[in-house]
């Protein structure tokens, strides 16, 4: 069945720095979601690419959608503490309803 | 809108009995979903509804496990007998009918210890 890999599962990084999660679906996409998990919270919706290509912006986030429409990136400048939690992606496959997430990256940072 | 509403948010409760867990989803949404969160496997589907019609229950573990959705309003997440492997936070989600492209409302989840 489809699978959802995310890479890395966990990152520390010093506030201010940067960080980057990335998405790899075993098959080819007809969108990408990505969420964003609080501690002790639950999953929130960020944003959806659908098209092969796509970039969007949300401030300091920036989440790509591969050409080949199998993976994803989720970029944030300049962390702040804020930012702290779990992100998942979650790739819808054509012709299904159902989303399968990927494991998460916990991100954590020194203030 | 108050949102996917999950009950109770924590459930302690001893192997062998049955637990029971809530969700309403919110209004005017036609599809709802349940999720289990482990550390091991990350989110896995358990099961998801369209118009209260169980689509897809291959996630379901075993037959300890079973879900309803007798209206728009309101469905449940059993599991009986429970496990201690059983513990978990179970997520119930929700989302808007029509176009495939929103993204899911999850509730707070209920966290689930089973001793």
């Known amino acids: 069945g489809q699978q959802v890999m995310q890479i890395p599962q966990y990152q520390h990084v010093q506030e201010g720095e940067d960080f980057t999660t990335y998405c790899n679906s075993s098959?080819?996409?007809?969108?990408i979601q990505w969420y964003k998990k609080r501690p002790g919270g639950h999953p929130v919706f960020l944003i959806q690419?659908?098209?092969?290509?796509e970039v969007k912006k949300q401030k300091r986030l920036t989440f790509q959608f591969g050409e080949a429409k199998k993976n994803s990136s989720l970029h944030i400048t300049a962390t702040q503490t804020t930012d702290v939690g779990t992100y998942f992606c979650?790739?819808?496959?054509?012709?299904?309803?159902?989303?399968?997430f990927g494991q998460g990256t916990r991100l954590t940072i020194n203030p | 809108d108050a949102g996917v509403i999950q009950s109770p948010r924590h459930e302690v409760t001893e192997m062998g009995q049955e637990v029971t867990l809530r969700c309403k989803p919110i209004?005017?949404?036609?599809?709802l979903f349940w999720y289990r969160q482990t550390m091991m496997r990350g989110l896995e589907l358990l099961i998801y509804?369209?118009?209260?019609?169980?689509?897809?229950d291959s996630g379901m573990p075993e037959d300890r496990f079973s879900a309803k959705m007798p209206n728009a309003s309101f469905s449940t997440l059993k599991i009986q007998p429970s496990e201690p492997r059983d513990s978990a936070v179970y997520f119930c989600?929700?989302?808007?009918?029509?176009?495939?492209?929103?993204?899911?409302?999850f509730g707070s989840g209920t966290r689930l210890t089973v001793v």
């Open positions: 989600a929700s989302r808007a009918p029509g176009l495939r492209n929103y993204g899911y409302t």
């Open positions: 098959t080819t996409l007809s969108n």
């Open positions: 690419l659908v098209k092969s290509g």
């Open positions: 979650a790739g819808l496959n054509q012709g299904a309803q159902k989303l399968v």
């Open positions: 209004s005017g949404h036609n599809s």
């Open positions: 509804f369209n118009n209260n019609v169980p689509i897809d």
